[in-house]
């Protein structure tokens, strides 16, 4: 949420900020904006309303003048309407700094009465605003010396409430830019130009930089971070304590933060499964077919203590969760809970030593995760982060980490990183009955082998995408879209219903399709749309006989069925108007192939609708406000 670009070296800056901002684009659009400080002294801004290219044809129009220290900001909107006013950088009533600002800051009212009362006029309705002034005054009160811009920055830190990244120049520093964050994400780019100049940079994720530099810096809690043309990079906490922030080498380059020739980020994503699951599987069997998670940083013995499982995440993460139950459960018969990360985090739950929280999530930055995170370190819980960000927020502060090694994930809707997390989830119910000793080592390893099946079925089923795609076609005047599943297919339902929502903008909800008779088949109308993802024939006590007979009740209602059904599986032949073959795969593990068509056929209901797939209307990528 909100993408954040600083820059000093000796390249022209504004380029490097505005391609930055191209690559964290997905974290906001509502509006962007620029500022550089100039030879002459002073600074530069230019800042629109809407995408980057709004920016762009500013700056084409009415070019910044050349400098070597940037700063810029693609928004979210939080505080204050999606306008040009509030677009940020937002600068000093003197013009002479100029702030950019991921998050919230919850004591802003105050602090504005208190800068008001001093006379300062506010010209915009952002809570960012009261840092610029804030961060000017206290410049003006330290004295000269080389520290002076990072301790105003550590002053008004200790003034925020809430949580922030904050990037700030000064025109009266022309070598350095301050930093400073608290709950939102901030990273360290450090690399050198081909003549071994010195360069830094400063972004929300490491995309931000990715195109110059694969060295990062993780910043911890509460630090305030100055780059400078010279002394280079210093790290301190919000009290002018020294702090080392932690190296470490990104292992994805810029090529594959590109569209790579697909129209969509999404297409390419949804295509890169197959590896992504792959390269998620990678390195974690041993030689004897057993499972090894050396980065699961708990012991055997704090495993076999858990008698209590929460899986706490949002949107589609929590989907995965859902998932999860059914397969850790079923394997390590641990009672299993899934619950969205901020309806866990004030309901109290009831959490102690003995239990496993596993958090999922993406960015590893999304906000209400990690305050839910938090809840259950302060009540004494295990938490194991199923992460794709390395060096986020949320597996830094987890005991344990299992990472999902599924690449950048550019389109605001999650695909790729669903299934490496799904992925990630039965690696880590596996893991458990292994170590517990409820699954011997060759039944762990027999199913570590149909896990590793799940790359060429994925492959198998994007490769009969046509006729999805048709279909997809045919359907983007539908005002409401139906999901029912059932079992470990019920999920699938849910984050086959929230992909369309999300991109095509179409009424669509997913339902437990036992529930259907309870309420909701009342929906069903002459022709309206209804996706059935079918369990497979072997699932549990006939469940897919079950949903056969639901199929058959919504037909008889007048719906239009589109049925996701196994090879072979031809009881559903006689109810389906349109059926969508998926490979035989173990019950379990099917929502990893059943989930593809339904990613495929929300990208082309909103592809043919004229929307834009990657950057859905009001969404960011990573939610970092609750
Ligand atoms: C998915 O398509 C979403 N845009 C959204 O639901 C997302 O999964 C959710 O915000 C959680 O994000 P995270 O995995 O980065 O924590």
Redesign the pocket.
Known sequence: MCGIVGYVGPQEALGVVLEGLRRLEYRGYDSAGVAVRVDSGELASAKKAGKLANLEKVLADEPLPPSTIGIGHTRWATHGGPTDRNAHPHLSADGRVAVIHNGIIENFAGLRAQCEARGVEFSSDTDTEVAAHLLAAAYDDLPAGPDRFAEAMRVVCRALEGAFTLVATHADEPDTVVAARRNSPLVVGVGETADGTPEYFLGSDVAAFIAHTREARELGQDQVVEIDRTRGLTVTDFSGAPAEPKAYTVDWDAAAAEKGGYDWFMLKEIAEQPQAIADTLLGRLGEHGELVLDEVRLSDQELRDIDKIFVV?????YHAGLIAKYAIEHWTRIPVEVEVASEFRYRDPVLDRSTLVIV????G??MD?LMALRHAKEQKARVLAICNANGSTIPRESDAVLYTHAGPEVA???TK?FLTQIVACYLVGLFLAQVRGIKYEDEVAAMVADLQSLPGKVAEVLEQMEPVRELGRSLAGADTILFLGRHVAYPVALEGA??LK?LAYIHAEGFAAGELKHGPIALIDQGTPVVVVVPSPRARESVHGKVVSNIQEVRARGARTIVIAEEGDDDVVPYADHIIRVPRTPTLLAPVVTTVPLQVLACEIADTRGYDVDQPRN?AK??TVE
Request: hydrophobic share 35%.
């Open positions: 995440a949002c949107g589609t993460a999922i999530s993406q960015s930055e999304t995760t605001v809707a999650s990183g929230l992909k999300e969404l990573s939610v």
